[in-house]
């Protein structure tokens, strides 16, 4: 019998062991009620103990990932923030406080008016009102004045939903990106200084190139391309008289840009000291007295030394009488058009001004008798090296396709060779990028 049932008996009842037969099947009756009690509160007991500590863990958990969400959220160099629908402040992080003076418990649950000026309110609520109304994310920049130092910032500010979809907070990260602005404008100062200074120094080299006029005057008809792949460039050609000829020259000097362009300067320098050293009209000597000159300006004559620069060039002499071109080329051909035929010059083997080149290299002439209606055409390798971004193998643009356009071309006036010549150059180059400054020369002697 259960312990409770029996003690009840004996204070009501006075019964101490033997129940009478009367009263028996209503007391077992009880008995069994009592022990189904039991297992049901045993049951309880372990099923609230069971549930306590699983609350119990979950809390602990629910405290570290709080924690840890603490711990990072204070060590991002970003300024953090998070508000409700109110505009009520629910979280900010360490450098939130650092920047803008203020503490999580300080504005917990108070809005912007609560903490800041009404005019810095007003400005920061802009954004709230904009993500509160669009719930959609947005992003861009921001000054912040800190004790008189100007903070600039990049924010993204994002809405936050719940299972229902429905938007019940809006947060904020900024970035200071104050350093990067700063340092984005110094360089653009710096780069506009040097954009001045190269633009500056296109001018010269430009002021250096025979004029439109210069050459109408020295052909019948003519045409210049010259290119630079950048703003200033390595090929340079000149016109000038020597002796009571015409002497024009093309060449392709190392590199491009700045460097290719200090070459032509360089180039431009020994030419002119060249000419005075030479009788006119002999052109291979011109050529050597150049590569003397430029190696020895830039110290390339001798084994030691890192530099390797120099040029490619061809050079035409047209004598005082127009019957007769010399030419010497130093890896650089003249290309003959007549009678839709091209016949090409070749020139020496090597460049000049370059170390490991005998200073008594000596450069090959052929002297060609003019007639009429013969065109002349020499090209620097940005033309022929070129790739052609629509061929499967992208192969250089070369001297064999020169050679064919020109033929197809002789007839026609020179500008109209010129645009042609340039528009099937770009055709061929397509989406591929300019790989090198591209000069070609074409003139009609008589």
């Given at each position: ?76 160099t ?18 939130y ?8 418990e ?14 810095l ?13 669009g ?47 700063e340092a ?147 890896r ?51 033309l ?9 193998r ?6 064999r ?46």
């Amino acid at each position: 019998m259960h312990r409770l049932l029996r003690r009840q008996l004996r204070k009501h009842l006075g019964i101490m062991d033997e129940i009478p037969a009367p009263m028996r099947k209503f007391v077992d009756a009880v008995d069994a009620a009592y022990v189904d009690f039991d297992s049901e509160q045993e049951l309880l007991d372990r099923s609230f103990s069971l549930a306590t500590k699983e609350l119990s863990e979950a809390t602990n958990a629910l405290r570290e990932s709080e924690a840890v969400f603490r711990a990072v959220m204070d060590h991002m160099t970003a300024v953090v923030f998070l508000r409700d629908m109110e505009g009520r402040f629910k979280l900010v992080n360490r450098k939130y406080e650092e920047i803008y003076h203020v503490s999580l418990e300080s504005v917990r649950g108070k809005t912007l008016h609560d903490v800041y000026p009404t005019e810095l309110a007003d400005l920061y609520s802009v954004d709230d009102r904009e993500i509160i109304v669009g719930q959609k994310t947005i992003t861009g920049e921001m000054v912040v004045e800190d004790a008189g130092e100007t903070r600039t910032f990049s924010k993204s500010m994002f809405p936050v939903f719940n299972h229902d979809g429905q938007m019940i907070a809006y947060g904020g990260v900024k970035f200071d990106i104050t350093e990067r602005k700063e340092a984005e404008e110094r360089l653009a100062d710096a780069f506009d200084v040097i954009s001045s200074s190269i633009n500056y120094a296109s001018r010269i080299q430009r002021a250096i190139l025979p004029t439109d006029e210069m050459f109408s005057s020295a052909f019948s008809d003519n045409f210049v391309i010259w290119e630079p792949r950048d703003v200033v460039g390595g090929d340079v050609y000149w016109l000038n008289s020597w002796g009571d000829g015409d002497l024009v020259i093309l060449g392709d000097c190392t590199g491009h840009g700045v460097p290719g362009a200090f070459m032509t300067l360089i180039a431009t320098s020994a030419l002119n000291a060249a000419k005075k050293l030479v009788p006119a009209g002999d052109v291979a000597e011109l050529i050597s007295q150049m590569h003397q000159g430029i190696q020895t300006m830039l110290g390339q004559d001798g084994s030691q030394g890192n530099s390797d620069d120099g040029l490619d060039l061809g050079a035409c002499y047209i004598n005082p009488d127009r019957t007769q071109l010399s030419y010497s080329g130093a890896r650089f051909s003249l290309f003959i058009a007549e009678a839709e035929e091209v016949q090409q010059i070749k020139g020496g083997k090597v460049g000049i001004g370059y170390r490991g080149i005998s200073k008594t290299e000596i450069f090959p002439t052929e002297l060609i008798e003019l007639r009429a209606g013969v065109n002349y055409y020499m090209t620097s390798d940005g033309l022929l090296d070129q790739i052609g971004g629509n061929t499967r193998r992208h192969r250089g643009f070369g001297k064999r396709r020169f050679i064919e356009l020109v033929r197809t071309i002789q007839d026609r006036p020179f500008d109209e060779q010129r645009t042609q010549i340039l528009e099937t150059l770009r055709n061929y180059q397509g989406n591929e990028p300019r790989r090198d400054d591209v000069a070609v020369l074409g003139f009609k002697i008589i």
